[in-house]
Every structure is written in C-alpha cells, then in structure tokens.
C-alpha cells in the first residue's frame, strides 16, 4: 500500500523499506537524490522557537527527543513520521527549484485529513477509562485498518488533485488533549513517567499500520508541572490553554511547521491548506454521552468540517 500511495504523490518520491531511505524526484531534469538518515536520539538539544496565536507571539524551546520526536516547551510534544519528513524534503527541493525559476510558492496546497486520538482512532485494550501501559491501545474501527479508510482517503485526494497549477500534499494529523500528562521544564530533569508512557504510545501507534503507511503529524498538548507553576517557569499559561482543544493553538503551530517543512520560512505565509477539502474527526461533540464539546468547537473555531468518528468510519 506505501508504494501506492507514494507513487500517486506529486514528485513521485521512491520510498525504500531500509531505514536509510533515498527519495528521488524523477520529475526534474537533474534527479535530486536525498538521504534520510536515523537522527540519534540527542539530550538537552534545544532551539528557541515561535508561534502566533490569536495575534499574540508566544516564545518556546523546542528540545529533540528522538529523530521523529519534539518536545515544545511544556505545553506539548509532535511526531512526525518519516514518510512526512520524506515528502517534505522533496517538496522543499521542488519549491527551491520553482522559485529559481520565478514560479509562485503560494501555488502549494495541504489537504488535512485530522483525528482525534482518544476514543475517535484508538480505545484502551483494558476496557479501562484512561491505558494502563504504552501499549493498552487497538484501533477503535475495523474501518481504519481492515478496510483502509485512511489510506484510502490520501489516494483520493491525490487522483483528485491533478491540477498541474497547484500541488498538492495530502496529509494526517492527530490533535490530542493529553492534560494528564506532565512536562517538566528543566530538562536535566526526568521525564516524568506520565510524559515516558505518551512518548512511548504515540511512537508505537506511529509506527503502526495504517498510519505508518500516511504522510502523518501528531500534536498532543500537556501540562505544566506544579514546580514549574511555582516557579514561573516554562511556557506561557496563556499558550498552554490555547494548545488544549478547543483552543486553536495546535492548529496555528502546525501551519507554522508545515512552513518550515516546505522551506517557505517559519510563519504562515507562504502555507496554504485547503479548508474545503480537509477535515476534523472527534468523539467529544456535544450529544447527551459525550463528556464534552471540545473536539466540536475545535474544529469551529478552526474552520474545518467537522465529523464524529460514527459519522466518518462506520
Ligand atoms: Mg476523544
């Protein structure tokens, strides 16, 4: 199926099984060849960083945790799988070629195919409420895996997106309130066992199949330790609440990385995702069962459509 869908995407990346992966971009005269290579997992590696939202500019440090891993400040963590990084790079280089030759970088478009994580694409093997270990998760949906909805969905959007004008990238994103999960500051500290565990499971359900098969981001927000709270130390509390659904805060941060990841700078400009044919997928929607609105109201205030998980797999 990688080959597939990789075969369908713009660029026409080859994307070998090794984990030294060429990508070649047979489309330009000059065949471009890059090398992803594992990045070790590296401490106390840290960048100041940026991110607007709602008009207020919030400053953060970005610390690597692995080579697919980032811990932003204490307010969350993203993945990104390296099919993503892949297509990435070979979109930067296509741009960089495009823009020599004078074309518009604004031609680029991102279809966002986003989930919810908890209760919408996986639920506890226990039974219990909240998972015992990093690995008490399955899929919630037969559709999701069995019958390849999401695989499905990036295939159709790129056969849908022919038009030579734009080029289009189709991508997952999971956006995922993790509030019981602590994130210290400091990072000569450990991690706390709460952040290990999410660490873990997140890697592990990117790694597995299908997602591992889709170019796929994951943003999950946490919280700051009461040290930290006392000390007055880590991000900003304002940015902590707008990084928790139904604050747009994960959504301004990933066209900020999905900026960066296409070389157009760090900001927004540049980036545009096409609202009309992306969507958001949550189980928290208001009916009478549900524990909350959030997952409705996030995708409100971002401007995405808005399904329930019954109303998309089933
Ligand atoms: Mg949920």
Redesign the pocket.
Known sequence: MTKDITKLLKGKPTISKAKTSKVTKPSTKKKLTATIKETPITQNTSTKKKVTINDKTFEYEEKMHSSTCRILGTHGVRFQSKLYSELMKTHKENFLNNNNNGHDTKKLRFQIASF?????LIQTKSGFKFGKSADDWKFKYPEIQEKGKLTEWIMKANEDCKDDETTTIPIMVIF?NQGGVTNNHDSNEPKSKSLLKLLTKLQLILDSSPLAEVPTLIYASTKKSKKDLQNGVGSDDQLHSSFRKPGIGMFEQLKMDLGDGVGVGVGIDGVLIDMEKSFYV???AGRKSDFSDS?KKFAENVGLKFYTPEEFFV
């Open positions: 919810d994580l908890d209760d919408t995922t949550g189980d928290a997952d």
